[in-house]
Structure formats: structure tokens, C-alpha cells
């Protein structure tokens, strides 16, 4: 499997498979913000990216209604996109 597979929206999982810090796998919002001056992405960019990322992935229940996914699945996968608030 691809490092990228931490993308995919996955439920179960306790961590992704790589570490975001040099210690720390948690799926947390803060820890990637923690994380962003790493990158040379600014704090309030960073905060930026992750507003936009939250106002999309909260919409996949209407999308999922759209692609005529079973309710029965969407609940399935509701807790994949928990972060999304």
C-alpha cells in the first residue's frame, strides 16, 4: 500500500501509518497544525487549509446521498470523517 493511503476515509484505525511528528501518529487536527511551521506553511495558512478541508469533508453525507450510497453504509463510515466536526 501507498503512504497516501492515510487519505483514504477509513474507520477503525487508531493512528495513521505514518508518524505527522517525529513521535506522533494520532489522527488529530492540532497535531498537524502543530506541525505546519515544519513545513513552511504558516499557522494562519495552516488554519486556513484546515477550515476549507472541514467545509467540504462536512458535506459528504449530502454527496454520499447524491452517489445514492445506502444509509446503512454512510452510518458505517461516519466515523471516518469524525474529524470534520
Known sequence: MSDADDM??????????L????????????LALSVA??????KSLAGEIVGRCRVVV????KIAGKLQIRPR???RMAAAFR???
Open 37 to 42: 511551521a515544519f513545513l513552511r506553511v504558516s
Open 19 to 30: 508518524n505527522v511528528s517525529e513521535v506522533d501518529n494520532a489522527q488529530a487536527l492540532e
Open 73 to 75: 453504509e454512510q452510518e
Open 58 to 61: 462536512k458535506q459528504w453525507p
Open 83 to 85: 474529524l470534520a466536526g
Open 8 to 17: 483514504n476515509p477509513a474507520t477503525g484505525r487508531h493512528g495513521l501509518k
